[in-house]
Every structure is written in C-alpha cells, then in structure tokens.
C-alpha cells in the first residue's frame, strides 16, 4: 500500500510504532492470554498497565507530586462543564478567555452552572489574533481563568501560559497537549481529550492541583468529581481501559523520541516549514498572526476557492488525507501533530507546490 498521511485533526494520526505494538498485543497481552480489552479494570495486570501510563505522563510533562493525574471518560466535553463544577467554590463568577470555537464551547458549558465573565476575547479579529495580555479584564475575585491553548478549528495557539493575575489557571489542552513543555505549576487544572496527542477518542486526562479538590457544587455527578475520581484511581466507573493503554503506548514512543523537548524541536521545523509554504505564494493564505499561529493546526484557503474540492481529491489521489478544514469555517486544515513525520510535512508541500504549478 502507498504510504498514506493523515492531517484529520481528531480522532487524529497515530505513531506506526503505537499501532504495531497494539496490534501484537491485541489478542493477549503479555504472557496473559488475554486482551487489554477483555482485562477487568481491577485486575493486577491492568492496574500495573494504568499506574505505568501516569508516571510516565508525569514524568514527561513534570507534573508536581500534589497534583493528581486523572484518566476519565467523556473527552473534553466532559470537562467543560467539570471544570466549573469542581472549581466554583462558592465564588461569584468565572472568568474565561476566548479564543474561538473551543472556548466558546467551554463558555457556554459553564454559564449552565453561573456567571461567566469574559475577560478578553478575539471576536473582533474574527478569532485570527489573541488579545494582548495587557488588554484583559479578569475579575480578580474570580474563581478561576480559563483559556483554550490551542484553537484546533482557528490555528490559533498560546506561545506561553498567560498570567492568571494569582487565580487558579485552567486550560483545555486537547490539542496541543504534550507538544511542547509547559510549566504544569503554573496551573490549578489542566484537561485535555485523548485523540490528538494521547491517542484514543473518549478519554480526557486531567492533571489537577489537590488543594483545589474536595469543593465540587453541591448534585455534582460522582463521575465528574475530582475528589472522588482522585480517591479511587479514576476508578469510581469503570474507566476507558482500552484507551487508558493506548495512551501508555503513545507515552513510550514519546520517551523514545526523546521526550518533549525533541519533540517540541521537530514541531517546530515541521510548522515552519508549512507555513513558509503557504505564504511563499498568494495561491495559499494562512489568516492567522504569525506571532500565535498553531504548531499543530494549520488551516489554509486557495486564493480560488473553487479549486479547493479538487484540491482535496488530488490530495487524497496522492495519498494525503483528511485535509478539509472543519464544516463551521470551511478552507482546508492539515494537523501535523506529534505523531506526523516531517515527511508527512514535506510530501504536503511538495503536493501544494506541484497543485500550484498545475492550477495556478
Ligand atoms: N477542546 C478542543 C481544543 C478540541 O479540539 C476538542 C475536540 N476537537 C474538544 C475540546 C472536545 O473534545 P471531545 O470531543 O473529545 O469532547
């Protein structure tokens, strides 16, 4: 089969090595005889398969030894609304940063639960800039700052963890998570859904400050509650088991390439060179400020918009999938997350370039 690379931005590409290790343990892991699928949650082996995959996360990032780490169901969505639900604590409102699509998202989540006060936003750019910090009105007495790091539809993305001003920072790091290093004591909650950078659909992983835990708003769902989550090994349901490993295999591959570091270093060659492509030529335009623009979400529009469709099928034909930018907006996107090799990038442009030189 013809190499194919897949720019979906979720449920996204998996590293080769992740799928092959899957694969060889997929009818018994180990010397078990028996599946990860089939394993009971309770189980030895399955146990020493999770506490496995949150060292190693903890490891990888530098997450503190009084922040706990969390595997839970229902992706980020979920967290929307349990953020606020575990970290209101009684103030009168919360203070959120809006970015675009995701942190509308998570906006709306939480004004189920009360008074949501939006410190900046960047409507008025059409979600193409981030305000400067400078021009942010956070309420002081709120319970928390909430931002989206990465906008995976917009391609916008924080260079650095803002100023919280002394409130709790909380951030949805669903699509950059793991991508660069990030100074985890800066926040009070960090959540973000599996299927970028940690492999599997369904799961979130939550890295929480304890001080923070225990005064969840009164009829909050067990589920939901971090406290409780965090006192039963994210066990208080059954968790999502099969991608629990999965994101322990994608944590092993990460380690073996070095860690966040490198990884971050080719993130950063891969975007470059993607972006230098697009805005080579006026055929390709990226609308994003080059200062916040996305290592991990690219979206882009053909100065033709007619020509996109064919864009996407000779893509396609050349076995570049999933390129089409998400159905709210349109254009294209290519995600090069983690798991995509700079050959991925490359193909890409060399694809782009030859499109151009036929179409343009
Ligand atoms: N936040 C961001 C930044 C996302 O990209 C996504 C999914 N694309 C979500 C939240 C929602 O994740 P889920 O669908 O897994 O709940």
């Known amino acids: 089969m013809a190499t ?3 720019f979906s931005a979720g449920p996204a590409i998996l590293p080769a090595p992740v799928l092959e290790r899957a ?3 997929l009818r018994g892991w180990r010397s078990t005889g028996v599946s990860v699928m089939e394993m009971s949650h309770r189980s030895e ?20 030894a009084d922040y706990k780490v969390l595997f839970l169901a229902g992706g980020a ?3 929307f609304a349990a953020a606020p639900l575990n970290l209101w604590r009684g103030k009168t409102q919360v203070s959120y940063v809006s970015t675009g699509y995701w942190s509308e998202k998570a906006i709306a989540e939480a004004r189920l639960y009360g008074q949501v006060q939006v410190a900046a936003s960047g409507k008025d750019s059409k979600f193409t800039t981030i305000p400067p910090r400078a021009s942010w009105n956070v309420d002081r007495d709120a319970a928390y700052l909430h931002y989206t790091a990465n906008e995976t539809i917009g391609g916008v993305e924080f260079q650095d963890a803002p100023e919280a001003d002394g409130l709790p920072l909380v951030a949805d790091m669903s699509s950059n998570i793991l991508s660069r290093p990030v100074d985890v004591r800066r ?4 959540y973000a859904s599996a299927q970028k950078n ?23 769902p067990s589920i939901f509650d971090y406290k409780r989550q965090a006192d039963n090994g994210s066990m208080v349901n059954t968790p999502p088991t099969y991608a629990w ?3 322990g295999l994608v944590l092993d591959w990460l380690g073996e390439q070095g860690g966040i570091k490198a ?24 609308p994003v400020d080059p200062a916040v623009r996305s290592r991990m979400n690219v979206p882009f529009h053909l100065a033709d918009a007619k020509l996109e469709a064919l864009f996407l099928a000779e893509a396609k034909e050349a076995g570049l999938v999933y390129l089409e930018g998400h159905r709210s907006v349109g254009g294209l996107r290519a995600s090069i997350y983690n798991a995509m090799p700079e050959e991925g990038v490359e193909a890409l442009i060399s694809f782009m370039h030859e499109f151009e030189r036929r179409r343009g």
């Open 187 to 190: 926040f009070g909650l960090i």
């Open 45 to 64: 082996d399955f146990i020493g398969i999770s506490e496995k995959a949150e060292a190693d996360l903890r490891a990888l990032l530098g997450v503190p």
């Open 198 to 220: 940690l492999g599997l659909a369904g799961l979130a992983v939550v890295i929480v400050r304890e001080d923070l835990l225990g005064k969840a708003l009164p009829g909050t």
């Open 4 to 6: 194919i690379y897949n």
């Open 263 to 286: 990884i971050e270093a080719r993130n950063i060659r891969k975007a470059a060179k993607l972006y230098a492509a697009i805005d080579a030529a006026p055929f390709y335009s990226n």
């Open 77 to 79: 969505s979920a967290q």
């Open 245 to 247: 490993y999965v994101a």
């Open 23 to 25: 694969r060889e343990e």
